[in-house]
């Protein structure tokens, strides 16, 4: 924590290599929670991009009383939360007649395993899929409080920094979201 302040100080006092540093430190835990909460690669990398772009443009208001890594997820969060609500907007305001493109609309390039079958690979690509699928279905804050509780594995208080809402208003929202997901993956018999 010390180290990451140390590097936030050098960055407002000019030296962007101090935030470079901070960027290789936090980028996969960013890309992880943008790629879940989106559900696409190349949306993640953008959502990403743009939540570092955001925390170095208002690094002066980080102040300290929460760990930095708390306050990043905390505005990529609301980069993420930011990109949703637009993408709402712009779903309400498209014609019927618009042709509508798929999230996947280019090909993934596809790295085997030597010591899988491809029926196995097969089976643990589709399952992770439903899974991703299953987490887009959730309301918003529910995903979000999943996320960065299962995924992310933040402790109640600093997703309450992250999110502003109580630890109680966490737990509620995190069984529901657990106890949803848990059903549909009984229903397709992904869990025992």
Partial sequence: MDADIELVKQTLRGDKEGFEKLVYLYQDKVYSLCYRYSGNEEDAFDLAQEAFIKAYRSLSTFKGKSRFSTWLYRVTTNVCLDELRRRRRDIQSQSLDQPVTGSDGEMNRII?????????????????????????????????????????????EEISQVLNISTGTIKSRLSRARDLLRRKLLERELLP
């Fill in 112 to 156: 085997l395993d030597e010591s899988q079958s491809i029926d196995t690979w097969y089976e643990t690509k589709e399952q992770a899929e439903y899974i991703q699928s299953l987490l887009n279905e959730l309301k918003p804050d529910h995903r979000m409080v999943l996320l960065l509780k299962d995924i992310m594995e933040l402790s109640y």
